[in-house]
């Protein structure tokens, strides 16, 4: 299970799982590997603006020179600034603030400020409609943009990547199961096709405590980002995600809660944006710790559904599933746990899961009937409901690094997904188990 036999299983890669278990400070300076983090604003606003025939550029050439640090000198973050590639004449922005109370406070400072003062009429000339607004807050903790920690400066050169908004509409406003519906479902899947979600939103149903810019009201949004080196890396996205098992059955699911057609906008960034396609950073660490008692949830009985990539580090977008059955047990009072999975071709194999107390660290190995060889460990521990481990193994002769998530969903339902990586920094996804606890 919570394993993989890597490079041993090089010759098992292609079969289904039917026929084997074997696994596979906003200066304006650039540095010449731009680094990112993630966002930690509250509150944020996603604004679409129409503008007038063969003006926009105009537009973003007084944005980039005026609105960038002026704004920012309020308290407010600038994130985003982009060129929409299918509407000639929109001009989209993304700006955070801390929380409510402050949007309107710097909101107030900068447009009764002298810059905005001294350049509105140049702005609003550019204007046909600048109402079209979404107020929006992360939809989950850690949820906000992955940005440029450094801006380009003015006169950069245009970045020539996409970032690709995804609104969904609903018909009620974003509960708990729309939540689960992406993460378990929609994002994994955007994942394994090649691009995950840097950033995801839903609609901030507070007052507008700033009526002076009007925000849409009455609507329930979940918005998203993902990015790509080029729009033909995206076409590729599309073409992957299309091709999996399943994909009409959850487009099904997320239609049902729909009140309208999906949106999505593929925008260009303007020179100076913060948020863009950016080589992730390097997530691969030996360091993180957990507690002891990370996998209490997992003892007993489940039922486990899989999809598991047919071939790894091959642009495959062709998945096998299967079911299978686990069982798992806690001892040394917790220190080690160990589950048992039974695979329809009738071969098993068993997880162990050792914590080493003075390190704080659990270490994870795999064994199958296949092979009666222990893996290579991965070691980590949970953060709340989430656990990441990583170690490094062979995957058909290529050494890889190894990632294992484990995402707990409450007492009957958990996650766990492996992926490789050459460089610790893009990870493809290859194998999916969705647990759900057996009867009793």
Known sequence: MAGGDLGRAASAAGRNLTQ????GAHAARMTSTPTTRRDDSAVLELRRYTLRPGRRDELIELFEREFIESQEACGLRVL????DLDRADHFVWLRGFADLAERARQ??????????????????????????????????PGGGAVALDDRPPIGAAPHGSIVVATTYLLASPVDDAMRVLFEHELAPRARAAGAGPIARFET???????????????VHAFVWLTSFTSVADHERYLAALRAQPGHAAVEAALGRRLAADVHHARLAPTARSLLRHADPPETYTLAR??????????????????RRLRARGARCVEWDEAVHTCRAQLLLGGVVNVDENHFPNRDAALTFRIFDVAKRQWSIYWITSTHGVLTPPVHGGFVGDHGEFYGEDEDAGRPVKVRFRWTRLGRDQARWEQ?????????????????????A
């Open 20 to 23: 084997a278990v074997t696994p």
């Open 80 to 83: 985003g600034t982009f060129r």
């Open 107 to 140: 909101l107030d400072a900068f447009y009764g400020g002298p810059v905005w003062r001294a350049h509105r009429e140049a702005a609003n000339a550019t204007m046909i409609d600048s109402d079209d607004v979404l107020l929006l807050r992360p939809a989950r």
């Open 204 to 218: 901030e149903a507070a007052r507008n405590e700033f009526p002076r810019l009007p925000v849409r009201e009455g």
């Open 289 to 306: 710790t957990g507690d002891v008692r990370d996998f209490d949830f997992l003892a007993g009985a489940w039922t486990v559904r899989n």
């Open 419 to 439: 992926s490789f990586s050459s460089d610790g920094r893009a990870w493809e996804l290859n194998w999916v188990m969705d647990f759900a606890r057996a009867e």
